[in-house]
């Protein structure tokens, strides 16, 4: 079983930075793809970013050269940093990990980009 626990949405202005982490217990993620999507009121869960085990990152395009994905093995956790946020990057982000042909999924944490 593996536990996915985020951290750090809040409440930013337009064109602010926030770091999103996710912390994952239960199993080593080393070898496992991981990453974030997120779910904006009344529109289905998009896909922002991903990262493999071998470090290779792929990105959504509306988010591309703004959001950085990235992962530290050792503390088996995979961040988010956000920069020059807009108001339609407001949604709830939910991080998640790939592992024996499941995917488990975080409880998902909330950025609101609002003046």
């Known amino acids: 079983q593996v536990q996915l626990v985020e951290s750090g949405g809040g409440l930013v202005q337009p064109g602010g930075s926030l770091r999103l982490s996710c912390a994952g217990s239960?199993?080593?993620?080393?070898?496992?793809?991981m990453g974030w999507y997120r779910q904006a009121p009344g529109k289905e869960r998009e896909l922002v970013a991903v990262?493999?085990?071998?470090?290779?990152?792929n990105y959504a395009n509306s988010v591309k050269g703004r959001f950085t994905i990235s992962r530290d093995n050792a503390k088996n956790t995979v961040g988010l940093q956000m920069n020059n946020l807009k108001p339609e990057d407001t949604a709830v982000y939910y991080c998640y990990a790939d592992r024996l042909g499941f995917r488990y999924w975080g409880q998902g944490t909330q950025v609101t980009v609002s003046s």
């Open positions: 990262i493999i085990s071998g470090g290779s990152t």
């Open positions: 239960g199993s080593a993620l080393s070898r496992n793809t």
